[in-house]
């Protein structure tokens, strides 16, 4: 049974930094790309951005410059560095590899 579990949402003030967690279980972390998504109030969910097994990163054009996805394939944990965020980045953030999703972890960035 794999799982995915992601944590470190919350609010923030525009310009503020967060850094967000996804915790896998299971043996599928380290063979497979992962990747984070997201889903703004009333909007289709979004990709933001993926790695590789290799590390290989790459970013939706909204998110480049300013949010750094990368993993840890020894504690099994994947990480997206929000720097800079903006009120447009509030969203419920998704966990995703192959056909598994997390429950996902809320952003806000309000002033």
């Known amino acids: 049974q794999v799982q995915l579990v992601e944590s470190g949402g919350g609010s923030v003030q525009p310009g503020g930094s967060l850094r967000l967690s996804c915790a896998a279980s299971?043996?599928?972390?380290?063979?497979?790309?992962m990747g984070w998504y997201r889903q703004a109030p009333g909007k289709e969910r979004e990709w933001v951005a993926t790695?590789?097994?290799?590390?290989?990163?790459s970013y939706a054009d909204s998110v480049k410059g300013r949010f750094t996805i990368s993993r840890d394939n020894a504690k099994n944990i994947m990480y997206l560095q929000m720097n800079n965020l903006r009120p447009e980045d509030t969203a419920v953030y998704y966990c995703?590899?192959?056909?598994?999703w997390g429950k996902g972890t809320l952003v806000t960035v309000s002033s």
């Open positions: 299971g043996s599928i972390f380290r063979a497979n790309a």
């Open positions: 790695i590789t097994s290799g590390g290989t990163t």
């Open positions: 995703h590899t192959l056909f598994y």
